[in-house]
């Protein structure tokens, strides 16, 4: 496997592509001498990112390495990878079973020289099991099993968004498929631009590669084909592909990678919700059917990979039959029961309109209704209730790693008066090109349990981010995601996904409006803070 792979990944990067240094090929031995190439598994040709499997002379171990190529002496290709060694240096204090945990990090002057034609390398524990880019080479996957798939690489995503944390696993082959049948990030290294809503993206692009074999995202390697746009531009679903995909399922990966228009999905945990659903279904239609059919032969229905053993003699198939009939048996018990309790209770309100025969049945504590009036019928329990706005202390821009976007004006967004704003800087380019993003954070005398915030915008098109921090000034990657939203004209509000005790926030604003004059900026009129009621 190893060596077909590494003769496919040459062929794709047209083998031995040179660095300053040499040709990187196996046999070669680069960080300082400790660690041999062994095999090429792919090209992230948008960092010149080579990836390979190599073993570590010092500790006798295989390691996953991604070589960030390039000559030293371009300043800009060297600050860029140098941002994406500090990434992934953040990344090294991640632990999740989705992703290869990073071993070390090295750069030029640390454990790499100049004469290498290296600029760094990260180093990650190896990942065995089989390439992606194999695993979709000959037919779809199973729609159930995909869902699995990408379900648990989405708890990655969202566990690494909750420590605001960017995998960059937008390159499917940066991914390997475990021997447990999981997907892993097997070569981490986010680009320098790489953003949480492109890890998002590529969940949607992962989804659609395991149904149908293409790649729906620009920078996909050439050994994958693109996925096909209509005339207007929108990626055409898995589903007009290949037909026995769900129709959920087909709707989740387009309105996963699609930017644009309403209903898209944004977070990993949206996702989530969406594949476990999908799943579940589709593992009970295969249930119904191994228990209702004979043993279909291999393959038979053109996939390559179940999520259920198949069903391999008699005995383990009247033990399935059994087990549905007791599943139908209770389902109808429970809906008998269910019957019988609304049959009493609509027998109940008939007889309290009458006259009351019996006082000493009736509760004390119940008052009759009006003459003539019938009693209310049963209403739902209410929603949740949000308590009202908390005024928050001091406001202030937060703005890691840069300065402006009128500072001096922070204090407008809470000063209850929606005539004064506050609003970033003109911008000729969209985030994240210049900076990750921009925002205001605020500070409450006490702690709250905040539920929602209220935004008061005048530049619809923004996107932004609800974040907590432990301290009033720190770091991007100390702070956590509790939410997200799109703002429109006027007033927005955004839900956290769930209450969050704290006392200093962040709105962070990861895509800026479009003004007039084709200047990227968004405009805060008013926030308000709702604690949970």
């Given amino acids: 496997m190893d060596t077909r792979r590494s003769e496919q990944a040459g062929e794709a990067s047209q083998v031995g592509v040179r660095a300053q ?5 196996p046999g070669r031995v680069v960080g300082d001498g400790r660690y041999r190439l062994l095999a090429q598994f792919g090209v992230d040709e948008r960092a010149a990112a080579h990836l390979w499997r190599a073993r570590d002379g010092q500790l006798k171990r295989d390691v996953a390495l991604t070589l960030l190529v390039g000559d030293p002496a371009d300043a800009e290709a060297a600050r860029l990878a140098r941002r994406t060694l500090e ?19 090295l750069s030029l002057g640390s454990g790499v ?29 199973a729609p159930a099993a995909a869902a699995r798939m990408v379900q648990a690489l989405a708890e990655a995503v969202d566990h690494a968004h909750q420590n605001g944390l960017v995998l960059g696993l937008d390159h499917p082959q940066r991914l390997r498929l475990t021997p447990d049948g999981a997907l892993k990030l097997a070569f981490p290294g986010p680009l320098p631009e790489a953003t949480l809503r492109d890890d998002v993206k590529a969940l949607g692009a992962v989804l659609y590669l395991l149904l149908t074999g293409r790649w729906a995202l620009p920078g996909g390697p050439a050994a994958i084909p693109a996925a096909p746009h209509a005339p207007t531009g929108r990626v055409i679903p898995p589903r007009s592909l290949v037909p026995t995909v769900p129709v959920e399922l087909s709707s989740l990966a387009v309105r996963t990678i699609e930017d644009g228009g309403h209903g898209g999905i944004r977070t990993s945990a949206a996702i989530l919700r969406v594949l476990d659903q999908v799943a579940e279904a589709e593992e009970r239609t295969q249930l119904i059917k191994a228990v209702g059919e004979e043993e279909a032969p291999a393959e038979a229905d053109g996939t ?104 001096g004006r922070a204090k407008n967004a809470t000063d209850g008066d929606p005539g004064t704003v506050w609003k970033t800087d003109d911008y ?40 907590t921090a432990d301290k009033k000034n720190p770091k991007l990657d100390e702070t ?23 006392q200093y926030f962040i709105i962070w ?7 007039d004059d084709g200047k990227f900026v968004t405009e805060l009129k008013e926030l308000s803070f709702l604690p949970a009621g």
């Fill in 304 to 407: 390559v990979w179940t999520t259920k053993k198949p069903v391999k003699d008699v005995a383990r198939r009247k033990k399935l039959a059994f087990g549905v009939t007791v599943l139908v048996v209770a389902t109808v018990v429970i809906l008998a029961w269910g019957g019988m309790m609304l049959i009493n209770l609509f027998q109940g309100e008939s007889k309290s309109s009458g006259p009351n025969m019996n006082v000493a049945a009736s509760s004390s504590s119940a008052t009759p209704p009006p003459p003539g009036q019938q009693p209310p019928p049963n209403q739902p329990p209410p929603a949740p209730t949000v308590g009202a706005a908390v005024k928050p202390s001091a406001v202030a821009v937060f703005n890691p790693g840069s300065k402006g976007d009128s500072p």
């Fill in 113 to 141: 020289t100049s004469s290498e034609g290296l600029l760094g390398v990260v180093v990650a524990e190896w990942t065995k099991g089989s390439d992606l880019v194999d695993l979709v080479a000959q037919r779809p996957v």
């Fill in 21 to 25: 240094g040499g040709s990187l090929a």
């Fill in 509 to 515: 604003i990861t895509q800026l409006g479009e003004d």
């Fill in 428 to 467: 000729d380019k969209q985030l994240p090109v210049l900076k990750e993003g921009v925002g205001l954070v605020v500070t409450f005398k006490d702690p709250i349990n905040l539920s929602q915030i209220k935004i008061d915008s005048g530049s619809p098109g923004s996107k932004v981010e609800i974040r």
């Fill in 480 to 502: 956590k995601v509790v939410g997200a939203g799109d703002l429109a004209e006027g007033e927005s509000t955004i839900a956290l996904q769930q209450p969050q005790q704290g």
């Fill in 87 to 105: 990434r992934a240096a953040h990344a090294s204090k991640f632990g999740h079973g989705g992703v290869a945990r990073v071993l070390d990090v």
